[in-house]
């Protein structure tokens, strides 16, 4: 009973022998798992996600109010960014139109 019997058909070293000495940290394979998700989730946000350029916060360009500026669309992260957006850009505007004291003839010096 206690004699190993050979095994018949099996040719070289059994899977215990090749991989019984690699031994891998399980620490090891959660941190790679999670650099794997926070890269995807980067790529994401970045393919996503816009600037809001009052506030500095990353928005979902499909969630996010959305303004045009000097024909491109801007993305605002609420109402009272776009209200702020309004504000600033309506100024600028409006000191442009009247910077000549509200002649339609530009100056001439």
Request: charged residues 20%; glycine residues 10%.
């Amino acid at each position: 009973m206690g004699a190993v019997k050979p095994r018949v058909g099996f040719c070289g070293p059994s899977p215990a022998g090749i991989f019984g000495s690699i031994e891998l940290n399980y620490k090891f394979a959660l941190n790679v798992l999670a650099t794997v998700i926070f890269a995807a989730m980067l790529w994401l946000t970045q393919r996503r996600g816009a600037t809001d350029p009052v506030c500095g916060m990353k928005v979902d360009r499909s969630k996010a109010v959305q303004r045009t500026a000097d024909g491109s669309v801007v993305y605002l992260c609420s109402e009272d960014c776009a209200a702020k957006f309004d504000a600033s850009h309506a100024a600028p505007a409006a000191s442009r139109h009247h910077s000549n004291g509200g002649r339609d003839r530009p100056v001439r010096v």
